[in-house]
């Protein structure tokens, strides 16, 4: 049974760093995609930040130059350090493993930046 876990959400004060960890188990994850959405109070769901398998990156604009998003491939894990945050940033982070026709997300982390 593929699981989806993230962990280390908190409370933050404006301009203070988290590191958000995911760890996916349960079948091979060869050649998927990992990345991050969130989703502030009372919107809808957004992109963050994705890794492919290969390594390649790619940011949502508002993230851009603030987060870092890495994985490591052995481990089945993805990684996203958010520096620089703003109050803005609040949200429940998901992560998200998949590959066209297949996708699975984890049950999301509080993330709170209080200004």
């Known amino acids: 049974q593929v699981q989806v876990v993230e962990s280390g959400g908190g409370l933050v004060q404006a301009g203070g760093s988290l590191r958000l960890s995911c760890q996916a188990s349960?079948?091979?994850?060869?050649?998927?995609?990992m990345g991050w959405y969130r989703q502030p109070p009372g919107k809808e769901r957004e992109f963050v930040a994705t890794v492919s398998w290969s390594g390649g990156t790619y940011y949502a604009d508002s993230v851009k130059g603030r987060f870092t998003i890495s994985r490591d491939n052995f481990k089945n894990t993805v990684n996203l350090q958010m520096n620089r945050l703003e109050p803005e940033d609040t949200a429940i982070y998901y992560c998200?493993?998949?590959?066209?026709?297949?996708?699975?997300w984890g049950q999301g982390t509080q993330v709170t930046v209080s200004s």
């Open positions: 349960g079948r091979s994850f060869s050649g998927f995609d």
């Open positions: 998200n493993v998949g590959v066209i026709g297949t996708d699975y």
